[in-house]
């Protein structure tokens, strides 16, 4: 069974700390694996997308990893701000049809 | 451009009711998908369409609920006699065309059945 888990489930750090939200997956073959936002109420804004042949991908203060050998991905947020607070969702491509298969999400809270 | 829309944002309704949901998806996008968001399961896929065909229907949970998209464009989603555990968001999204491409989420539309 393809299954995404994501820890931590909650993090709270102070502004300005660099951290890393934690994505592993089951199945290395996968197509591509996304990062996407949840503010509470609202849809998912998409962050990042790694296709399987690529290592990382950088957006501003944001960098994703992928390591399909050990079935990781890692989202590193630097100098946090109290706007990053929101839940992070990793989805895992794992062809075929294309959908998403999606982790439980960290919820994290930066505190000014 | 104009992101993914969904409408209505919410809706109450009776156990035993039907409900129409539509989504407008980003203009030219191929793909399009129906996700539900609940508290229990998460983030769960529910049906995929390339163009006006639907060739994943495998996370529609019962024959009560059923999707069409018309015109390469707008889909609706319909669930038929609500129960309860229909209560969830439910998001759709697009992307341009199936594949390597980003899918890219509307606001959702959030059901309560009572």
């Known amino acids: 069974k393809q299954e995404v888990t994501q820890i931590p489930a909650a993090l709270s750090v102070p502004e300005g700390e660099n951290l890393v939200l934690n994505c592993s997956f089951t199945d290395s073959a996968i197509y591509n694996l996304q990062w996407f936002r949840q503010d509470p109420g609202k849809g998912l804004t998409s962050l990042l997308l790694i296709q399987s042949s690529q290592r990382e991908q950088t957006s501003g203060r944001l960098n994703a990893s992928l390591d399909k050998s050990s079935g990781r991905s890692t989202l590193y947020i630097a100098a946090s701000q109290p706007g990053d607070s929101a839940t992070y969702l990793c989805?895992?491509?794992?062809?075929?049809?294309?959908?998403?298969?999606f982790g439980t999400g960290t919820r994290l809270l930066v505190s000014p | 451009g104009a992101g993914v829309s969904q409408s209505p944002s919410n809706k109450v309704t009776e156990k035993g009711k039907d409900v129409e949901l539509r989504c407008d998806p980003i203009s030219g996008h191929t793909a399009l998908y129906w996700y539900r968001q609940s508290l229990g399961q998460g983030l769960e896929f529910l049906i995929y369409?390339?163009?006006?065909?639907?060739?994943?229907k495998s996370g529609l949970p019962s024959d009560r609920f059923s999707a069409e998209r018309t015109g390469g464009s707008v889909s609706t989603l319909t669930i038929q006699r609500t129960q309860q555990e229909d209560s969830a968001v439910y998001l759709c999204?697009?992307?341009?065309?199936?594949?390597?491409?980003?899918?890219?989420f509307g606001p959702g539309t959030r059901l309560t059945v009572l």
């Open positions: 989805a895992v491509n794992y062809g075929g049809f294309q959908k998403l298969v």
């Open positions: 999204a697009s992307s341009l065309n199936r594949g390597t491409d980003t899918q890219y």
């Open positions: 369409f390339q163009g006006n065909s639907a060739p994943d």
